[in-house]
């Protein structure tokens, strides 16, 4: 038979494993969904009335750099907004410093059980993944300092990291940065920031200052606005001008940035959002750690619980799921066959989980 000419994709881009997204009900159903790590309390409600008032305005483009939202992030959080970009879901930026600061030939590096979107997007842009073992499920600094070699370009770190929840306090950050090549992008990934109670974590925004090889990557997919897929990050200049020359002109629609905007200003909700998930998070790891579950310690709005092997986890995913809530299988995507992540929902949820997984630990 003769092979079908057609266009072909470039070297490598067959061999990269596509992102695997957390399980959801069918339609209609009344499963409980705490597989993608979404707000336990939905979304702002001036975030949600801004979105609905933009619906007036669906006819004209939206303000290509994201304006309005960049003023709000820099008033709330106290940056200077022309150091912010924003994109469409953090996702989107990720990809574009992947494809300005990776090219065939070099490397980046990472730990071992951090977001598996980084190995996807160093693989597009002909780069090579490298990965640095976690003792503990933790990123350890000198492992990744170890693995540097010169045609290391990039360095992913994601604080607190999914699917862990584990994070490297500001001391740690500082101290992997003080052992890179200037060269070297540093990228703080801090897409679960709003949930961190650690008195020693830092968004690291004073290195993105102080130097010019750090970037801080935040959403707000996380803190209610999944769907509306919005991301920001800040920036040195010359690296906030290298990806204002390749993002998509209006990467972020209107009423993404009308309510992302009323979402940042309403930081009632945020402090209320970070005080259910700490409350809940913290009273299900209490409930669910024992001799046959352990629940590794969580910064974000998650839990990763280890099973005994790989079929107990199997079995109370599949209980659960039967009880109408989904969780996170992390086998296949991470490399953890005996885990479960669970993303922290309503009193109700919490309660259901504990009480399933506890009574499935009894029989077994």
């Not at 800040?234 to 990806?243: G, K, L, S, W």
């Amino acid at each position: 038979m003769t092979d079908v000419i057609r266009p072909q994709p470039q070297p490598g881009i067959l061999d990269i494993a596509p992102y695997m997204p957390g399980k959801a009900g069918a339609p209609g159903s009344n499963a409980v969904k705490l597989s993608s790590n979404e707000s336990p309390l939905g979304a702002s409600p001036k975030a949600v009335e801004a979105f609905e008032a933009a619906a007036k305005r669906l006819d004209i483009y939206p303000e290509g750099s994201s304006r309005i939202l960049r003023q709000a992030l820099g008033e709330v959080h106290g940056i200077d907004p022309d150091t912010i970009v924003c994109g469409n879901g953090s996702d989107d930026l990720l990809h574009l410093l992947a494809q300005c600061y990776l090219g065939e030939g070099d490397e980046a590096v990472m730990s071992r059980y951090g977001f598996s979107v980084y190995p996807i997007i160093t693989k597009a842009a002909g780069a090579a993944i490298v990965m640095v073992d976690e003792p503990d499920f933790v990123a350890e600094v000198d492992g990744l300092l170890a693995a540097v070699t010169p045609r290391t370009k990039v360095v992913w770190l994601a604080n607190p990291n999914n699917p862990t929840g584990t994070y490297l306090p500001d001391a740690e950050i500082r101290r992997l940065h003080a052992g890179l090549r200037p060269d070297i992008l540093l990228v703080i990934d801090n897409a679960y920031a709003e949930y961190v109670t650690a008195a020693d974590f830092s968004v690291g925004l004073d290195l993105v200052r102080e130097t010019q090889n750090v970037v801080m990557v935040r959403t707000f997919s996380k803190m209610g606005l999944a769907a509306a897929r919005i991301g920001w990050m800040v920036a040195p200049d010359p690296v906030t001008d290298a990806i204002n020359r390749i993002r998509g002109p209006f990467n972020v629609n209107l009423p993404a940035q009308l309510a992302g905007a009323a979402a940042t200003r309403d930081v009632e909700f945020t402090a209320r959002l970070r005080a259910h998930n700490a409350k809940w998070r913290d009273w299900l790891t209490a409930e669910l750690h024992s001799n046959s579950m352990r629940v590794v310690p969580s910064q974000a709005n998650f839990i990763m619980v280890l099973f005994p092997d790989a079929a107990f986890a199997a079995r109370a995913f599949d209980e659960l799921f039967q009880r109408g809530l989904i969780v996170r299988e992390i086998g296949a995507s991470y490399g953890i066959p005996n885990g479960l992540r669970i993303s922290i929902g309503s009193e109700e949820a919490m309660r259901g989980v504990a009480g399933i997984l506890k009574a499935l630990v009894k029989i077994a």
